[in-house]
């Protein structure tokens, strides 16, 4: 399977997500490969910052040719997990029709739905070419205990693709992790960050088995 996260709009958790979803799906005892395709490298750093090597692989593919190369450096994993780049842009495009499931991270604000009518453009576009393509809309960086949320939710519903039913919420526990190369698995396992990512992670997989 390969999920491609993807959401033009910087801050919205994309490499926070898709490090993430790559370690949940290694715990399971599957073969990850994530594919750093932001320029600025985002994926790789915290790679570079671990003190052991990571629980999956993680390679710079920042060129609009991730579609075309992916059969070929996917051979040997079961899933693939893309971090999308900060602009839509041909790369954005490429990482989009690579994959079977695209998840866009969105904050609980108006402005984050608003901009997420571009990433929009360039899934029904790609579709076009992939008819089995999936999108799921996942809430990301969600203020504890607030509403904003179910706000957030109605205006999603407006683009017609599902929005996965757990929320990933804002918490200091991925921020700290981040900071040693880590995951919230790793540092927090039983904690509410580990749960929620755990939670979600098995939601998509019902996307596209």
Same mark, same amino acid.
């Given at each position: 399977?390969?999920?491609?996260?993807?959401?033009?709009?910087?801050?919205?958790?994309?490499?926070?997500?898709?490090?993430?979803?790559?370690?949940?799906?290694?715990?399971?005892?599957?073969?990850?490969? !994530?594919?750093?395709?932001?320029? /600025?490298? #985002?994926?790789? *750093?915290?790679? &570079? +910052?671990?003190?052991?090597?990571?629980?999956?692989?993680?390679?710079?593919?920042?060129?609009?040719?991730?579609?075309?190369?992916?059969?070929?450096?996917?051979?040997?994993?079961?899933?693939?997990?893309?971090?999308?780049?900060?602009?839509?842009?041909?790369?954005?495009?490429?990482?989009?029709?690579?994959?079977? !499931?695209?998840?866009?991270?969105? /904050?609980? #604000?108006?402005? *984050?739905?608003? &901009? +997420?009518?571009?990433?929009?453009?360039?899934?029904?576009?790609?579709?076009?070419?992939?008819?089995?393509?999936?999108?799921?809309?996942?809430?990301?960086?969600?203020?504890?205990?607030?509403?904003?949320?179910?706000?957030?939710?109605?205006?999603?519903?407006?683009?017609?693709?599902?929005?996965?039913?757990?929320?990933?919420?804002?918490?200091?526990?991925?921020?700290?992790?981040?900071?040693?190369?880590?995951?919230?698995?790793?540092?927090?396992?039983?904690?509410?960050?580990?749960?929620?990512?755990?939670?979600?992670?098995?939601?998509?997989?019902?996307?596209?088995?």
């Amino acid at each position: 399977m390969i999920i491609s996260v993807q959401n033009q709009k910087g801050g919205v958790g994309k490499t926070t997500l898709t490090i993430h979803i790559s370690h949940v799906l290694a715990r399971k005892g599957k073969r990850v490969l !994530l594919i750093d395709s932001d320029p /600025q490298g #985002s994926a790789r *750093d915290w790679a &570079a +910052a671990r003190a052991t090597p990571p629980p999956f692989n993680v390679i710079g593919l920042d060129r609009p040719t991730i579609h075309r190369d992916l059969p070929k450096l996917a051979s040997d994993y079961d899933h693939v997990v893309i971090d999308g780049p900060p602009r839509v842009s041909e790369l954005a495009r490429s990482g989009i029709i690579a994959a079977d !499931l695209v998840v866009i991270p969105v /904050q609980p #604000s108006p402005y *984050d739905v608003w &901009a +997420a009518q571009e990433v929009i453009n360039l899934i029904k576009e790609a579709s076009i070419f992939k008819e089995n393509l999936k999108t799921v809309f996942v809430i990301n960086r969600k203020i504890v205990n607030t509403a904003i949320g179910r706000d957030v939710r109605e205006a999603l519903s407006q683009f017609g693709f599902p929005i996965a039913a757990k929320s990933i919420c804002q918490r200091v526990a991925f921020a700290e992790s981040a900071a040693t190369g880590e995951t919230v698995l790793e540092t927090d396992p039983k904690g509410q960050a580990a749960l929620e990512i755990e939670t979600l992670v098995e939601e998509l997989l019902t996307y596209v088995r």
